[in-house]
């Protein structure tokens, strides 16, 4: 990997994924996760709605698993680890009207902003992609934010492109 | 010399006709001169009869072109938007003189087009559109809260604007060059929701008038608007004035 490598070299615009206020509600965003990706036929890794707020600063980030974790009912959550032995989930059946019931359709109409997962860390498009890297692996994430000046969003650096570039100066010759 | 996009979702005869608009309004084709033939058109644009008809029956009917009979198709002295007055902005809508307005925007940001903002706004399902939620009020009083919504492809600076004094229509028109050519107006009766209602200090449920707008420039439309307003002291005014013949 070049030592020069910046994380404009890598970002891509914001307009590449789909953008919602955080009072839409996860029935909205499902929506739009159908038609911005699966309808269009559009599968980026990952695939991710950014959340905004009224003013168009960004929010936070909501992946498809986030979007299911916040349908899931509340009595297939696990619940807090006291004392109790490893549940053994291999015998877990469970049928799907079970596991995405009328409560789900009722959770889907809680608003974005309870199921997203806030922008906390980001990078410049100066700072080289190792930080990108380090804050990614770090606190597990597959999408970074880019701010400009520390107020603009300009654009998103992603896991895949970190990646290639990562394992190209891994194989080179 | 600009030329058509086969990948914009814009049919091509919509493209066209801006293209030509465009010409005529910057002056490339002045007043008075006849435009190519279809078939030089067609060459031109590298787009079939069909597409050139089109756009140029579209361009004759809203006054920019005019054609005469075994001469050609030739630029006219007006267009649309001189003949037509369309008083649009929040000012010019309701209003008599001496009266303080000013305005709050509640929101300014990039949403996607839910339910059928597509439709309305003639755009794909993933292309994205800025929303306007602005707090119109008279002598501080709360009268009207409006939702626009425009493509953002339409005017991406939009974001940046200060859409708090000045008109947005008048940032479209004269500070970007988008002729706002036709306006479709609806008037409804609708029954204010809570937040609606809070935001303009009336009690829940109550009856309020709802403007819906489509705005076009020429055949494309680049803004919609949705107006509620609950206060019986100021009424809507929609002036049109017939062209010229």
């Known amino acids: 990997m070049s030592d020069s490598k910046a994380v404009k070299d890598l970002m891509i615009g914001i307009f590449e994924y789909p953008h919602v206020p955080y009072w839409f509600s996860i029935n909205q965003a499902v929506r739009i996760v159908r038609a911005s990706f699966l309808s269009a036929k559009k599968y980026p890794e990952p695939m991710a709605i950014l959340v905004f707020d009224e003013k168009y600063n960004l929010m936070g980030t909501l992946t498809l698993k986030d979007i299911l974790r916040g349908l899931e009912p509340r009595f297939l959550k696990p619940s807090a680890k006291a004392q109790v032995p490893e549940e053994d989930e291999s015998g877990l059946a469970i049928i799907w009207d079970t596991l995405f019931n009328k409560e789900s359709k009722e959770l889907a109409e809680r608003a974005v902003s309870e199921i997203m997962i806030p922008a906390k860390h980001f990078v410049e498009p100066n700072d080289p992609v190792t930080k990108a890297a380090y804050l990614m692996l770090r606190h597990d994430l597959v999408l970074l934010p880019v701010l400009e000046n520390k107020k603009k969003f300009v654009g998103v650096i992603r896991m895949i492109e970190i990646f290639d570039e990562i394992s190209n100066a891994i194989i080179k010759e | ?245």
């Not at chain 2, 008075?32 to 078939?39: L, N």
């Not at chain 2, 839910?114 to 309305?120: A, M, N, P, S, T």
């Open chain 2, 1 to 245: 010399m600009q030329l058509i996009d086969r990948e914009d979702h814009q049919k091509l005869y919509i493209q066209l006709y801006e293209i030509i608009k465009k010409k005529i309004e910057n002056n490339e084709w002045e007043v008075g001169s006849q435009i190519p033939t279809e078939q030089e058109l067609c060459k031109m644009f590298n787009v079939s009869r069909a597409t050139v008809r089109t756009a140029i029956l579209e361009l004759t009917r809203l006054g920019f072109l005019k054609r005469q009979q075994g001469k050609g198709t030739f630029i006219c002295k007006k267009a649309i938007s001189e003949g037509l007055t369309m008083l649009t902005s929040f000012r010019e809508l309701m209003f008599e003189e001496g009266l303080t307005f000013s305005t709050n925007v509640l929101a300014r940001t990039v949403i996607m087009p839910v339910d059928d903002l597509g439709i309305k706004l003639d755009i794909p399902q993933d292309k994205h559109i800025i929303y306007i939620k602005r707090l119109r009020l008279v002598d501080s009083e709360p009268v009207l809260l409006q939702e626009t919504y425009i493509p953002y492809h339409i005017c991406p600076l939009l974001l940046e604007e200060d859409i708090e004094h000045n008109s947005l229509f008048e940032v479209l028109e004269k500070k970007y060059g988008i002729k706002i050519t036709k306006v479709k107006n609806y008037v409804e009766v609708t029954h204010l929701k809570k937040d609606d209602a809070r935001l303009l200090g009336l009690p829940e449920d109550s009856a309020a008038l709802l403007l819906t707008q489509h705005f076009y420039s020429g055949e494309t439309p680049i803004m919609y608007t949705c107006s509620v307003k609950g206060s019986d002291r100021f009424k809507f005014l929609i002036d049109l004035e017939r062209k010229a013949a």
